[in-house]
């Protein structure tokens, strides 16, 4: 039964499908409930913050900072959970980080719809941070769960040499950013279906998914399999 288990460690390409459908979610689901905003990429927000400070709409370039600021938060506290000390504490700090992922989602999925979208947005935000900064690998190669732009350049390029040289290890990378760009799309399919017919506490969904993959990185670590044996 063992050998069934899809084996889910940090750069699992298993673990990085289920984030991958998860990051599509988010995006949708901000977008779908909070006035086309995407939580997830901050380059678009560095940009509007440009365009409004040029155009002296100071109020409004104000907006664009705290979701800035809840991302390089979440940066800080992955990389804060990687010190040794910490991680003694945390036992797993990736585990810590998808539990603490989890619980954000469930928070907002409780906000009212009256919440102010800059919250929503700081939360997701912060999320997205996390998930970017904690699981970065698919295999050996840098990847990226909440946005797709790197991973679709990644899968050109291993494409391109998998044709030009028949090379064995591009058709594999190819294979694998070809299906994680497929489950954004997954994702981001349903969180729109989702958020639109069943509102914001939809977003319990992607909190789901992340469960499941907490269960099966858990699963990974050896701790269910060593209940099964003492059972």
């Not at 927000?45 to 979701?67: F, M, T």
């Not at 000390?85 to 980080?97: A, E, G």
């Not at 399919?189 to 907490?214: E, R």
């Amino acid at each position: 039964m063992k050998d069934k288990i899809p084996s889910l460690s940090s750069n699992s390409f298993y673990l990085g499908i289920l984030l991958a459908v998860v990051g599509g979610f988010l995006d949708a689901y901000t977008f779908i409930s909070r006035d086309g905003v995407f939580a997830n990429a901050q380059t678009g927000n560095l940009v509007l913050l440009a365009v409004k400070a040029a155009n002296r709409e100071w109020q409004g370039s104000l907006l664009y900072i705290p979701p800035l600021l809840a991302f390089i938060l979440g940066v800080l506290v992955s990389e804060m959970a990687k010190i040794p000390r910490v991680r003694q504490v945390l036992h797993s700090y990736r585990r810590s980080i998808l539990i603490l992922e989890c619980l954000v989602l469930v928070i907002v999925g409780l906000l009212p719809k009256s919440v102010p979208n800059i919250v929503v947005t700081v939360c997701i935000a912060f999320v997205s941070s996390l998930q970017i900064s904690t699981f970065n690998k698919l295999d050996k190669w840098a990847y990226n769960s909440t946005m797709t732009t790197g991973n679709l350049r990644t899968a050109t390029q291993a494409a391109y040499l998998a044709l030009k040289e028949d090379n064995d290890e591009a058709k594999k990378q190819f294979k694998e950013f070809f299906i994680i760009i497929l489950s954004f799309l997954f994702g981001a399919l349903t969180g729109t279906f989702s958020t639109t017919y069943i509102g914001n506490t939809s977003i319990w969904i992607a909190s789901g998914i992340l469960v499941v993959a907490l269960i099966l990185y858990h699963r990974d670590r050896g701790y269910v399999s060593k209940f099964l044996t003492l059972k």
